[in-house]
């Protein structure tokens, strides 16, 4: 790219107040005039787990398209770089409703700012599914893990789930088994291009609303996500599947914090929308 064709880049960490925990986005927020080798090439140059690229906007009706890239790919749907783009819109235009335009569908954000005008981003997903996970899926993630079928607990057992795009969901007896990760990149970045999955939503549940979660990213070119919003959103509908929501239908996932970049995401589940609502805050980074 050229000085000319050079897009303005944002950064920002997102599902944190502080600049070294969260998971770190990149914001385009004039993308109309770059093509898709312009994105991807902007999104590598970043080297975050994703960017957003703002392709067209309403400034009036306040709604915006985006589009998503890792530094490999393209991303049909990124929760945390969502919430970046919404904090830096409302930043600049003032908090409110937004509106994005996604290539999993509309996704509906409501921006707040406490006294001290730090943002919050509250995202409703599309509407959230979830299935069993087959033998053939398990033991392949499982063997690519390092992991055995004696680490996962019984009552919550191993499913995929969608909040835009699909995860699959194991989760872990013990807090000991989440810590120690260790898997085979490229062994596991295999069977997730096998089965068109995203992250893999690693969970150990510490009590009914509380959850911690490691998320590998190897078909991003990332080993792992320190916060995954499209996850959490899946999650919920996992939960929301299995009968194990909390009375309230909010719960609080923990993420992050064995990577040394601790991150909040909070879910809020109805028992009659499929659609999860997800926040978060987020804080602008300094330029490398």
């Not at 990149?26 to 993308?31: H, K, N, Q, S």
């Not at 509309?106 to 033998?135: F, K, Y």
């Not at 490229?186 to 997730?192: D, I």
């Not at 919003?229 to 309230?248: D, H, Q």
């Amino acid at each position: 790219m050229t000085s000319k064709t050079r897009p303005d880049i944002l950064r920002y960490t997102a599902f944190t107040t502080d600049p070294a925990g969260g998971n770190p986005a990149g914001v385009v927020l004039d993308a109309a005039a770059l093509d898709d080798a312009a994105m991807l090439a902007t999104a590598a140059e970043v080297g975050y787990s994703e960017t957003a690229f703002v392709t067209a906007a309403d400034h009036g009706a306040r709604r915006f398209r985006l589009r998503y890239f890792s530094p490999l790919a393209e991303v049909a749907f990124c929760g945390h770089a969502t919430v970046a783009t919404a904090v830096a819109l409302a930043e600049r235009t003032g908090p409110g409703p937004l509106v994005f335009d996604t290539p999993v569908g509309e996704i509906a954000l409501d921006t707040s700012a406490d006294p001290a005008g730090s943002v919050t981003a509250t995202l409703t997903s599309v509407p959230t599914r979830s299935r069993p996970a087959a033998d053939e899926e398990v033991n392949a993630s499982l063997a690519a893990l390092r992991w055995s079928p004696e680490d996962l607990d019984p009552a919550l057992p191993p499913h995929v789930a969608f909040g835009g795009v699909e995860h699959l969901v194991l989760a872990v007896a013990t807090r000991e088994r989440l810590a120690a990760l260790d898997y085979d990149f490229e062994a596991l970045a295999g069977v997730m291009r096998r089965h068109g999955w995203t992250t893999l939503q690693l969970v150990w549940r510490e009590a009914q609303d509380l959850f911690h979660a490691r998320d590998p990213f190897p078909i991003g070119g990332v080993v792992e996500d320190p916060a995954t919003g499209a996850a959490a959103a899946a999650f919920g509908g996992y939960l929301r599947t299995l009968g194990e929501l909390p009375p309230s239908g909010a719960f609080t996932i923990r993420q992050g914090e064995d990577l040394g970049r601790p991150s909040l995401l909070r879910v809020e589940a109805s028992a009659t929308d499929p659609r999860m609502r997800v926040s978060g805050q987020a804080v602008a980074l300094k330029a490398p």
